[in-house]
């Protein structure tokens, strides 16, 4: 049997979650773990709908600081430490989207969205 979250306590719990990073980071990675971008998430971290967590930066584009072709994501706290990976990263349907995954050292990298959705 499959555990299932009502709304009331999705919502709660990303709101939790948006509240544990605001002002972290969202690091964009390659499949080995090299860090292609960083976005600074804004002091409030984003917005809640229900079990949907839009995330909200500094800046929407930032150069990026090495090449290579982005495969996943994470969120690290104001601190720097890493509790949410493993997002997906892509151009469209992906946890992450950016205008695209192929990235060269210098250039500009524009996300397109960004949402964390609360699991089932």
């Not at 002091?43 to 996943?72: C, E, M, P, Q, R």
């Not at 104001?78 to 946890?95: F, I, K, N, P």
Request: charged fraction near 10%; avoid cysteine.
């Amino acid at each position: 049997m499959a555990v299932t979250y009502n709304a009331a306590v999705k919502t709660a719990r990303m709101t939790a979650t948006r509240d544990h990073f605001a002002n972290g980071t969202l690091e964009i990675l390659t499949a080995a773990d090299a860090v292609l971008a960083t976005f600074g998430l804004d002091a409030a971290g984003g917005t809640i709908s229900g079990a949907v967590w839009t995330l909200v930066f500094d800046n929407s584009t930032v150069a990026a600081g090495a090449s290579g072709t982005a495969a996943k994501a994470q969120i690290k706290t104001s601190g720097g430490t890493a509790h949410l990976t493993g997002l997906t990263v892509g151009t469209s349907g992906s946890d992450i989207n950016l205008d695209s995954v192929s990235i060269t050292s210098g250039q500009n990298v524009t996300l397109s969205s960004a949402t964390v959705t609360h699991a089932a």
